[in-house]
């Protein structure tokens, strides 16, 4: 058994000895107990008042958080071009008509030139949306209701299809709890 005023009682039932708690139980094989003498010292009051209940505060309902739970469906990246590409086409409609210049004589070099340009323009066009193109990622969100809503982000999200998430105010957070 063990007995303390911050660990409180150990007691062990299964070393309980049947019928102690009666007149007739045999005690003769128990040791006798020991006369030790008193604490010394004096005898003096507590050093501050005993603990009382003063106030009971009942636990309230936590408010709930925020935003929409829901589990991400798709992560896309996505490449948007550069749009209205101006530089491009005509620098490259200027080195299109000089290298087709540089081909055939006459009439023929004057074909030649404006076949270059019109590549030259075509391919300064393709050069100048590639330099200019942004890249954002998409991330489709199925909500718990039912419904779905995409976030657009500028950096590559954390998140992966099937981790569950809360969407607040168009950003995307990991659950709490």
């Known amino acids: 058994m063990f007995d303390s005023i911050y ?3 150990n007691y062990d039932a299964r070393l309980e000895m049947p019928g102690w708690d009666r007149a007739e139980f045999d005690d003769s ?21 005993p ?6 505060i009942e636990p309230v309902k936590p408010a709930p958080l925020p935003g929409a739970m829901g589990v991400v469906d798709s ?44 590549a030259g323009v075509l391919g ?3 050069v100048e949306q590639k330099v200019r193109a942004t890249k954002h990622w998409e991330t ?3 909500l718990d209701d039912g419904s779905t809503q995409t976030i ?17 105010d168009g950003l995307l957070l990991k ?3």
Do not use: C, Y
């Open 175 to 177: 659950p709490q709890g």
């Open 51 to 56: 603990m009382r209940v003063t106030k009971v």
């Open 75 to 118: 992560v896309k990246e996505v490449e948007q071009k550069g749009e209205n590409p101006i530089a491009g086409p005509i620098i490259g409609g200027i080195a299109g008509a000089v290298l087709g210049h540089q081909f055939g004589e006459g009439r023929g070099k004057t074909v030649a030139a404006a076949v270059g340009a019109g």
């Open 7 to 9: 660990g409180g009682e």
């Open 140 to 142: 489709t969100v199925r």
């Open 124 to 126: 300064g066009k393709v």
């Open 29 to 49: 094989h128990w040791k006798p107990a020991l006369e030790v003498p008193a604490p010394a010292g004096l005898l003096t009051a507590q050093s501050m008042p």
């Open 152 to 168: 657009k982000s500028d950096a590559q999200p954390a998140f992966h299809a099937g981790e569950r998430v809360r969407v607040v």
